[in-house]
């Protein structure tokens, strides 16, 4: 089945144009299933970008997909067009007496700050208290997903000494795991980050299960079972040019910033990059969507009872 998502969300025509099975809003209500319904919390400051990433991920499912793009209450974002949030965007203060399969919680450009001096921080908490009784499972990635591990078990992060930035090795130590079905023993993922949450400080008797790390860049995917949550603190969910963009943007503000490691053919920021982990982003996600349709009650209303 394809994902269902508004007529005219500009992800739509990048979807189409890749293959995609894109769903029209009239077709989906001729059909007698029920559509995972899957929010999306999104904090990133290019929105459109990052609402075509997790669609087109979420669209390669065999199941119908409903996406609800939600943003934070009274967070104001700079980096989207008014007309575009007014268009697409509830505020989470309105979805938060509905029912959804899945939640995901993306990354923030918030991340050396301190937790309590985001603006957001109070009703983020609220969120992730929400999230225990309105959703099935969620998915927090990158500040969201260290902003998860910090509410839920008073888990720090630290601040690198430079930018984990680039695509890095990644290894499974839970291959069994039914999110892990189909990976391979090496694969790569790519981060972006200046700072980490630490092995080492996963509390005692928490349940957390490292899934998946990296010799290099630490920790990558916690399965949090008390929660109904992963936590992904890398980008698997990037497209191919996005670790190229952040490079040129900081370049172009004369910003200090290295070559994204392992990213550009010879490290050269001529050469167009090889995406390499585009395969096992879709397999995590498609795993993902099927653990919520075999899991989550078919009368929706059930969620959290």
Not at 25 to 45: C, F, H, S, V, Y
Request: glycine share 6%; with cysteine; hydrophobic share 40%.
């Amino acid at each position: 089945m394809p994902i269902k998502i508004p007529d005219n969300l500009p992800a739509r025509s990048v979807l189409d144009a890749e293959g995609v099975m894109v769903m029209q809003e009239t077709d989906a209500i001729r059909q007698d299933i029920r559509p995972l319904r899957i929010g999306l919390l999104n904090l990133m400051p290019n929105k459109v970008k990052t609402e075509t990433q997790f669609a087109r991920l979420l669209g390669a499912s065999p199941l119908q997909v409903e996406l609800t793009l939600v943003k934070m209450t009274n967070h104001v974002p700079r980096n989207t067009p008014s007309d575009h949030i007014i268009s697409f965007y509830q505020d989470w203060e309105d979805v938060r007496s509905e029912k959804f399969d899945g939640f995901i919680i993306t990354g923030a450009p918030v991340e050396q700050m301190p937790f309590e001096q985001v603006t957001y921080w109070d009703e983020l908490r609220r969120v992730f208290d929400w999230t225990q009784t309105n959703v099935h499972a969620c998915f927090n990635i990158c500040w969201g997903a260290q902003a998860a591990v910090h509410h839920f078990y008073g888990m720090p992060k630290h601040d690198l000494p430079a930018k984990m930035f680039g695509v890095y090795r990644h290894h499974l130590l839970e291959p069994t795991s039914p999110y892990l079905r189909g990976f391979s023993d090496d694969f790569s993922v790519p981060v972006s980050r200046w700072t980490e949450v630490r092995r080492a400080e996963i509390p005692p008797g928490s349940g957390l299960r490292i899934l998946m790390e990296s010799d290099e860049a630490g920790l990558c995917l916690l399965d949090d079972a008390r929660h109904h949550a992963l936590h992904m603190f890398n980008h698997i969910e990037y497209d191919s040019a996005s670790l190229g963009e952040e490079y040129f943007r900081d370049v172009a503000a004369g910003k200090p910033i290295a070559i994204p490691r392992d990213y550009f053919p010879h490290d050269n920021p001529k050469l167009p990059p090889q995406n390499r982990w585009r395969s096992h982003a879709h397999l995590l996600f498609g795993n993902w969507i099927n653990e919520l349709y075999q899991t989550t009650p078919f009368d929706i209303s059930g969620i959290g009872a």
